[in-house]
Protein backbone atom coordinates (compact mmCIF):
# COMPACT_ATOMS: atom_id res chain seq x y z
CA UNK A 1 0.00 0.00 0.00
CA UNK A 2 2.81 2.25 0.42
CA UNK A 3 4.12 1.68 -3.09
CA UNK A 4 0.37 2.65 -4.01
CA UNK A 5 -0.17 5.45 -2.01
CA UNK A 6 3.67 6.62 -3.25
CA UNK A 7 2.49 5.79 -6.58
CA UNK A 8 -0.84 7.54 -6.46
CA UNK A 9 0.72 10.33 -4.82
CA UNK A 10 2.51 10.65 -8.19
CA UNK A 11 -0.06 9.73 -10.79
CA UNK A 12 -2.52 12.66 -10.01
CA UNK A 13 0.54 15.20 -10.61
CA UNK A 14 1.68 13.50 -13.60
CA UNK A 15 -1.68 13.05 -15.66
CA UNK A 16 -2.48 16.78 -14.93
CA UNK A 17 0.66 17.53 -16.50
CA UNK A 18 0.11 15.31 -19.76
CA UNK A 19 -3.35 16.35 -19.70
CA UNK A 20 -2.54 20.32 -20.19
CA UNK A 21 -0.35 19.56 -22.87
CA UNK A 22 -2.30 17.38 -25.05
CA UNK A 23 -5.46 19.14 -24.48
CA UNK A 24 -5.22 22.18 -26.93
CA UNK A 25 -3.71 19.83 -29.31
CA UNK A 26 -6.88 17.85 -29.44
CA UNK A 27 -9.19 21.36 -28.77
CA UNK A 28 -7.90 22.51 -31.80
CA UNK A 29 -8.48 19.56 -34.22
CA UNK A 30 -12.38 18.77 -35.60
CA UNK A 31 -13.96 16.01 -35.60
CA UNK A 32 -14.00 15.16 -39.15
CA UNK A 33 -17.61 15.06 -38.89
CA UNK A 34 -18.23 18.74 -38.12
CA UNK A 35 -15.79 19.57 -41.24
CA UNK A 36 -17.66 21.50 -43.78
CA UNK A 37 -17.38 19.95 -47.55
CA UNK A 38 -15.02 21.48 -49.69
CA UNK A 39 -16.49 23.95 -52.69
CA UNK A 40 -13.86 24.70 -54.80
CA UNK A 41 -16.07 27.63 -56.61
CA UNK A 42 -16.18 28.99 -53.08
CA UNK A 43 -12.27 28.46 -52.31
CA UNK A 44 -11.85 30.31 -55.35
CA UNK A 45 -14.14 33.03 -54.84
CA UNK A 46 -12.80 33.82 -51.64
CA UNK A 47 -9.62 33.51 -53.34
CA UNK A 48 -9.79 36.26 -55.68
CA UNK A 49 -11.74 38.26 -52.97
CA UNK A 50 -8.73 37.88 -50.86
CA UNK A 51 -6.17 39.08 -53.55
CA UNK A 52 -8.39 41.97 -54.54
CA UNK A 53 -8.28 43.13 -50.73
CA UNK A 54 -4.62 42.70 -51.15
CA UNK A 55 -4.13 44.79 -54.27
CA UNK A 56 -6.18 47.30 -52.84
CA UNK A 57 -3.85 47.66 -49.16
CA UNK A 58 -1.29 47.58 -51.50
CA UNK A 59 -2.44 50.50 -53.11
CA UNK A 60 -3.53 51.86 -50.23
CA UNK A 61 -0.32 51.46 -48.18
CA UNK A 62 1.66 53.45 -51.36
CA UNK A 63 -0.90 56.35 -51.32
CA UNK A 64 -0.89 56.40 -47.29
CA UNK A 65 2.98 56.64 -47.32
CA UNK A 66 2.73 59.41 -50.26
CA UNK A 67 0.74 61.62 -47.54
CA UNK A 68 2.62 60.60 -44.87
CA UNK A 69 5.80 61.87 -46.65
CA UNK A 70 4.12 64.97 -48.04
CA UNK A 71 2.23 65.79 -44.35
CA UNK A 72 6.00 65.74 -43.16
CA UNK A 73 7.43 68.04 -45.60
CA UNK A 74 4.43 70.68 -45.07
CA UNK A 75 4.88 70.50 -41.59
CA UNK A 76 9.18 70.84 -42.00
CA UNK A 77 7.59 73.83 -44.02
CA UNK A 78 5.65 75.29 -41.82
CA UNK A 79 8.32 74.91 -38.81
CA UNK A 80 11.11 76.37 -41.13
CA UNK A 81 8.64 79.63 -41.58
CA UNK A 82 7.72 79.50 -38.13
CA UNK A 83 11.27 79.25 -37.12
CA UNK A 84 12.00 82.31 -40.25
CA UNK A 85 9.42 84.06 -38.19
CA UNK A 86 10.89 84.09 -34.50
CA UNK A 87 13.96 84.23 -35.69
CA UNK A 88 13.15 87.85 -37.49
CA UNK A 89 10.77 88.82 -33.80
CA UNK A 90 13.20 88.21 -32.23
CA UNK A 91 16.34 90.40 -34.29
CA UNK A 92 13.43 93.37 -34.36
CA UNK A 93 12.93 93.17 -30.56
CA UNK A 94 16.41 93.41 -30.54
CA UNK A 95 16.60 96.19 -32.89
CA UNK A 96 14.01 98.01 -30.77
CA UNK A 97 15.93 97.66 -27.55
CA UNK A 98 18.80 99.06 -28.71
CA UNK A 99 17.21 101.89 -30.52
CA UNK A 100 15.59 102.95 -27.11
CA UNK A 101 18.59 102.61 -25.28
CA UNK A 102 20.20 104.63 -27.49
CA UNK A 103 17.46 107.05 -27.21
CA UNK A 104 17.81 107.25 -23.59
CA UNK A 105 21.30 107.80 -23.02
CA UNK A 106 21.14 110.57 -25.30
CA UNK A 107 18.34 112.00 -23.26
CA UNK A 108 20.35 111.26 -20.18
CA UNK A 109 23.07 113.09 -21.60
CA UNK A 110 21.16 116.09 -22.36
CA UNK A 111 19.57 116.46 -18.95
CA UNK A 112 22.61 116.20 -17.45
CA UNK A 113 24.13 118.48 -19.73
CA UNK A 114 26.84 116.53 -21.46
CA UNK A 115 28.29 116.68 -24.42
CA UNK A 116 26.56 114.34 -27.45
CA UNK A 117 30.06 112.68 -27.22
CA UNK A 118 29.89 111.21 -23.87
CA UNK A 119 26.44 110.03 -24.03
CA UNK A 120 27.79 106.22 -25.43
CA UNK A 121 29.59 106.15 -22.05
CA UNK A 122 26.35 106.41 -20.11
CA UNK A 123 25.65 103.24 -18.15
CA UNK A 124 22.17 101.47 -17.33
CA UNK A 125 19.09 99.54 -18.23
CA UNK A 126 16.28 102.03 -17.32
CA UNK A 127 16.22 105.67 -17.84
CA UNK A 128 16.73 106.63 -14.48
CA UNK A 129 19.41 104.39 -14.48
CA UNK A 130 20.95 106.34 -17.11
CA UNK A 131 20.22 109.59 -15.95
CA UNK A 132 21.74 108.78 -12.46
CA UNK A 133 24.95 107.89 -14.09
CA UNK A 134 24.75 110.87 -16.45
CA UNK A 135 24.67 113.29 -13.95
CA UNK A 136 27.64 111.27 -12.09
CA UNK A 137 29.43 111.37 -15.09
CA UNK A 138 28.70 115.24 -15.40
CA UNK A 139 29.94 116.15 -11.98
CA UNK A 140 33.31 114.08 -12.53
CA UNK A 141 34.63 116.20 -15.46
CA UNK A 142 36.56 118.92 -14.82
CA UNK A 143 34.51 122.74 -14.64
CA UNK A 144 35.86 125.15 -17.37
CA UNK A 145 36.05 128.83 -16.17
CA UNK A 146 33.97 131.54 -18.27
CA UNK A 147 36.08 132.68 -20.56
CA UNK A 148 35.90 136.48 -21.58
CA UNK A 149 35.31 137.27 -25.18
CA UNK A 150 37.77 139.00 -27.07
CA UNK A 151 37.30 141.07 -30.11
CA UNK A 152 38.93 139.72 -33.06
CA UNK A 153 42.53 141.05 -33.11
CA UNK A 154 42.29 140.94 -37.38
CA UNK A 155 40.95 143.83 -38.88
CA UNK A 156 39.77 142.13 -41.82
CA UNK A 157 36.88 140.14 -39.14
CA UNK A 158 36.69 143.68 -37.56
CA UNK A 159 33.67 145.54 -36.62
CA UNK A 160 34.47 148.38 -38.76
CA UNK A 161 35.45 147.68 -42.82
CA UNK A 162 36.80 149.89 -45.11
CA UNK A 163 36.81 149.81 -48.80
CA UNK A 164 39.56 149.27 -51.28
CA UNK A 165 39.72 153.40 -51.83
CA UNK A 166 39.94 154.01 -48.30
CA UNK A 167 43.06 151.07 -47.97
CA UNK A 168 44.60 153.04 -50.67
CA UNK A 169 44.09 156.55 -50.12
CA UNK A 170 44.79 155.72 -46.26
CA UNK A 171 48.13 153.65 -47.36
CA UNK A 172 49.12 156.05 -50.48
CA UNK A 173 48.10 159.29 -48.76
CA UNK A 174 46.18 160.35 -52.17
CA UNK A 175 42.67 161.83 -52.34
CA UNK A 176 39.50 158.79 -52.41
CA UNK A 177 39.31 159.73 -55.89
CA UNK A 178 43.04 158.80 -56.96
CA UNK A 179 42.42 155.90 -58.89
CA UNK A 180 39.75 157.31 -61.62
CA UNK A 181 40.12 157.61 -64.59
CA UNK A 182 39.78 161.37 -64.98
CA UNK A 183 42.88 161.54 -62.03
CA UNK A 184 45.15 158.94 -63.98
CA UNK A 185 45.02 160.76 -67.08
CA UNK A 186 45.52 164.50 -65.53
CA UNK A 187 48.72 162.95 -63.85
CA UNK A 188 50.30 161.54 -67.20
CA UNK A 189 50.34 158.18 -65.96
CA UNK A 190 49.38 154.55 -67.61
CA UNK A 191 47.82 153.43 -70.55
CA UNK A 192 44.34 154.09 -70.96
CA UNK A 193 41.84 151.96 -73.27
CA UNK A 194 39.37 153.49 -75.14
CA UNK A 195 36.48 151.74 -76.86
CA UNK A 196 35.44 153.75 -80.12
CA UNK A 197 32.23 153.95 -80.81
CA UNK A 198 30.58 152.83 -83.72
Do not use: C, Y
Not at 13 to 22: G, Q, S
Not at 56 to 80: G, P, S
Request: glycine share 4%; aromatic share 4%; net charge negative.
Amino acid sequence: MSDKKATEGEMPEEPAEKVEKVEPVVASEKPATETEEFDQERAMTTIRTLREIEKQAKKDAKELELLRAKEREREEAEMTELEKARKQVEELNAEKAKLQTDIWKQQAAAEANLPSIFAERVKGSTLDEMKADALALAEALPKSKNTPSLKATNPANGEKKETDAETRARLFGTPQNAFTMDVIKQQGGGVVWHEEEG
